[in-house]
C-alpha cells in the first residue's frame, strides 16, 4: 500500500495497535471492528450512458473499463460490458471509448424478447503505466462452446488486436504489467453455472514487436490467474475445488500456492493483487449469490497477513472490487437501489479532501465522494454452505440469459 496510506491507518489505528492492512507494525491490542474508507462514484462522461463498471486502474490513476446505455441493468444482474463499449479513462481527463469489432449479427440481438443471443460484450480489464490496455470480448456471448470470448490487447496508441490461445475456443486477458506480463486464462466449456473443468490459469507475455508469447499455463483446470508482479514471483487466482463444491482463490508466491476463503462466505473469488500482496475481490454470504435474488454480492480487501475487510458502497445493494495499484487505489462497481451500475474508487481512511481533488477534470468540481467505516472480519468465522457453481473465470450475471 502506498506509504500515505499507510501512514493514514496506522495514525488512525494506533490506539488499537493493530497490524491490518500495513506492514511491521506489531498488534498489541484487539483488532478493531471496523475501518474508514472513502469511495469515489465513477460514471462515464457520455450522454445516456446507463451503467458504468471500473475494472482496471494503473498507478498513474488512469482507469479501464465498460458502459453500456440500459439504465438499471443491475436488475438483470448485467455487467457494463453487455451491449456495451469499454473505454480508457486518463488520469489528465481524455476519455476514449473502444468499440472493438462489434456484434456480427446485431439485428438479432433482442434482449426485449428475453434473450441475449447474438448480443456483444466488451469489457477493458487492465492497463499498466505505459498506457498498454488488455481485455475481453465476444460477439455472441451465449454462444456454444463457452461464449466464444477472444482476449484483446492494444499497446499504448496501437491497434486493437484479438487473441485466441492456440487450440482453445475462449481466452481471458485479465492484467498487464508494467514488462507486458499479461494473466488471464483459457477454456473451452461452461460460460453459466459451470465449475469450469476446462479452465487453466495462464501467464502471457506482450512483446515489443506486440506479438504474444505464452511463459506457463497450469495443467490443472479451474484456475484463472486475476493479476500480479512484473516477474510473475507472486500472483492470485481463481479456482473451483471440488473438494468443498466452492469457488476459492489462490496466491502463489515463488512458487508456493495458499488457497484462501473469505471468512463467513460461501464464494471467494480474487480478481487482483498487488506488489505489496493485499488482494481485492468478491465474495458471497447467501444461500445462492449466483441468482438475482442473492443480491448482495460484497467487495474484499485481503491483506498479507490473512487479514479481512468486506467492502460495500454505502447504501447500495452489490459491491465489486476488481483491482489494487500500488497507491492502494481500488476500483470496481456497486448498484444502487434503483439498479442502476456505477463504477467506483475506494481508499483506505478518510481522504475526502485527496480525493475530491484527485477526481478527473472531466468528472466536474463536485464529484460524489463518500467516507463510510467497513466491517473487519474475524478470521474464525466459519464457512457457510456453498452456493451452486459460478463461473470462476469471468463474472456475466446472476442468472442464466438464455431463459
Not at 498506457?131 to 499497446?155: C, E, H, M, N, W
Amino acid at each position: 500500500m502506498h506509504l500515505r496510506n499507510k501512514a493514514a491507518l496506522t495514525a488512525l489505528l494506533a490506539g488499537a495497535g493493530c497490524a491490518l492492512l500495513f506492514k511491521g507494525a506489531a498488534a498489541t491490542a484487539a483488532q478493531p471492528s471496523k475501518i474508514p474508507f472513502t469511495f469515489i462514484t465513477v460514471d462515464v462522461p457520455v450522454p445516456g450512458a446507463g451503467s458504468t463498471m471500473v475494472v482496471g486502474v494503473n498507478n498513474r490513476g488512469d482507469v479501464v473499463g465498460s458502459y453500456n446505455f440500459i439504465p438499471g441493468a443491475g436488475v438483470l444482474g448485467l455487467p457494463a460490458g453487455f451491449l456495451g463499449k469499454a473505454f480508457v479513462w486518463r488520469r489528465d481527463g481524455r476519455f476514449t471509448t473502444i468499440d472493438g469489432p462489434g456484434p456480427v449479427h446485431p439485428e438479432l440481438c433482442q434482449p426485449q424478447a428475453g434473450t441475449f443471443k447474438n448480443c456483444y460484450y466488451i469489457e477493458a480489464r487492465g492497463i499498466n503505466e505505459q498506457g498498454d490496455i488488455v481485455g475481453t470480448y465476444s460477439q455472441d456471448v451465449l454462444s456454444q462452446p463457452g461464449g466464444l470470448l477472444r482476449a484483446f490487447f492494444q499497446k499504448a496508441g496501437g491497434p486493437f488486436t484479438s487473441y485466441l490461445f492456440p487450440g482453445h475456443t475462449n481466452t481471458i486477458f485479465q492484467r498487464i504489467t508494467t514488462s507486458g506480463v499479461i494473466y488471464g486464462c483459457f477454456h473451452d466449456e461452461g460460460i453459466d453455472d459451470s465449475p469450469q473443468e476446462s479452465m487453466h490459469a495462464i501467464i502471457n507475455l506482450l512483446r515489443p514487436n506486440g506479438t504474444i508469447q505464452n511463459l506457463d499455463f497450469k495443467t490443472a483446470g479451474t484456475t484463472m490467474n486475476v493479476g500480479g508482479s512484473p516477474g510473475a514471483q507472486r500472483y492470485a487466482g481463481v479456482w473451483y475445488n471440488f473438494a468443498t463444491k466452492r469457488h476459492s482463490s489462490y496466491v502463489v508466491e515463488h512458487g508456493r500456492r495458499v488457497n484462501f476463503d473469505m471468512p463467513g462466505s460461501n464464494m471467494t473469488n480474487a480478481w487482483d493483487i498487488n506488489d505489496e500482496g493485499e488482494v481485492v475481490g468478491v465474495w458471497g454470504n447467501n444461500p445462492d449469490p449466483i441468482q438475482l435474488d442473492g443480491i448482495p454480492f460484497h467487495g474484499f480487501l485481503r491483506d498479507r497477513q490473512g487479514n479481512y475487510v468486506s467492502i460495500d458502497y454505502p447504501g447500495s445493494i452489490d459491491t465489486h472490487l476488481f483491482w489494487i495499484n500500488e497507491r492502494g487505489d481500488m476500483v470496481g462497481s456497486y448498484v444502487d437501489k434503483n439498479f442502476n451500475v456505477h463504477g467506483l474508487i475506494v481508499r483506505p481512511g478518510d481522504r475526502r479532501a485527496e480525493m475530491t481533488h484527485w477526481a478527473w477534470p472531466s468528472m466536474g468540481a463536485d464529484p460524489k465522494v463518500v467516507v463510510a467505516m467497513m466491517p473487519v472480519i474475524p478470521r474464525e468465522r466459519p464457512l457457510l454452505t456453498p452456493a451452486k457453481s459460478l463461473p470462476a473465470c469471468h463474472r456475466l450475471g446472476r442468472r442464466n440469459l438464455s431463459r
